[in-house]
């Protein structure tokens, strides 16, 4: 019987789900806290707590990746994989990443201190959008509408101690419907696509700022991008965001590495829980 | 199944499907807390960690 292990830090709607479809499909679910685990240089893949697959769905970037890490060097598969999820975790390198291989994507910019990222500003004009290069769920992207703004912004990151704080990620302003739109992609197949509508008095659309989610028609044009995203990510289980600009079409703007699915789910018939089943089956060892 | 907050003392409904690993937020203090151990009988609960900025999906 084939052994799928999921690690996580924190059990939400999505990791109960999969565990639950696993077993229903007639699977080894483990569930590992990977708050719980330690390795050493002398770690060998032998602990069967592993399995034949790993999904790591742990919500802490930094503790995700480096758990991957360490597991991959015990040379066990994990989706997503280490590469994939370095890319997804960090906005600077996704948006480079999806450029380079041209995956239509808004205009972005980045600088590494106080005094460049306010000549940038100055240089980009208002308004602008400024996004954390690390996190999630809508927290620190802001619109910069003004230069008062915009000094508000150093004032406050040279105040952070965090690493990253230094590292200015500005981004063009889209015009675009009050949505953006998630797509769920396993391995090479787009399992889900809902519209996110952003909340009453708020432009962001993500679900954790009380976006609302509906069932998005998947256009050839739309499953050409996102599949092309994924591709160019590195491809896993993942969920592509994009945004439609009113004259250029599709822009893909995020992909998740540990993609919720909670609002989609709500949404959408087809199994999502049940593809990613089917899809670490496939990428199992065994 | 109940329990008392371990900060403000309220009581905690701990829903019958939930499972090791989750969170259960108290409803008068917000305090979280992650069931580390659950059976028929019993549950233990710790402090969650909280929020991180590299927190997400």
């Given at each position: 019987m084939i052994r799928i292990c999921i690690i996580y830090d924190k059990i939400r709607f999505e990791e109960k789900k999969i565990y639950n479809k696993i077993k229903e499909k007639g699977f080894d679910a483990t569930l590992v806290d990977g708050k719980s685990l330690i390795f050493d240089t002398?770690?060998?893949?032998?602990?069967?707590?592993?399995?034949d697959i790993i999904l790591q769905r742990v919500i802490s970037y930094y503790r995700g990746l480096h758990l991957t890490y360490c597991l991959e060097q015990t040379g066990l598969s994990v989706v997503n994989s280490y590469n994939v999820s370095e890319i997804c975790g960090n906005k600077l390198i996704t948006s480079m990443v999806l450029k380079k291989n041209n995956v239509p994507t808004p205009k972005t910019t980045f600088a590494f201190s106080t005094e460049s990222a306010r000549e940038c500003m100055k240089n980009l004009g208002y308004p602008l959008v400024v996004k954390p290069i690390i996190g999630s769920w809508?927290?620190?992207?802001?619109?910069?509408?003004d230069q008062s703004m915009a000094e508000m912004l150093l004032e406050t990151r040279q105040d952070n101690?965090?690493?990253?704080?230094?590292i200015y990620y500005f981004q063009e302003l889209i015009d675009r419907p009050s949505r953006d739109i998630r797509c769920i992609v396993v391995g090479d197949e787009i399992v889900a696509s809902v519209y996110r509508h952003s909340s009453e008095n708020e432009w962001r659309t993500n679900v954790a700022m009380g976006g609302r989610t509906e069932e998005a028609p998947l256009t050839s044009q739309l499953q050409e991008i996102v599949l092309k995203a994924s591709k160019a990510i590195g491809s896993g289980i993942l969920g592509v965001d994009l945004m439609e600009d009113r004259e250029r079409g599709y822009l893909v703007h995020e992909v998740n590495n540990t993609v919720e699915f909670r609002g989609a789910s709500a949404v959408c018939k087809s199994d999502i829980a049940g593809a990613m089943t089917d899809y670490l089956v496939r990428r199992s060892t065994k | 199944m109940k329990k008392d907050c371990k900060d403000c003392g309220a009581e905690l409904t701990i829903p019958q499907?939930?499972?090791?690993?989750e969170i259960i937020t108290c409803p008068d203090c917000g305090t979280d807390f992650e069931i580390i151990s659950k059976n028929q009988e019993s549950v233990e609960m710790k402090e969650a960690e909280s929020v991180a900025e590299d927190w997400g999906q």
């Open positions: 002398e770690s060998s893949k032998h602990d069967p707590v592993f399995g809508g927290r620190g992207i802001y619109q910069i509408k101690d965090n690493s990253f704080s230094r | 499907d939930s499972m090791v690993g």
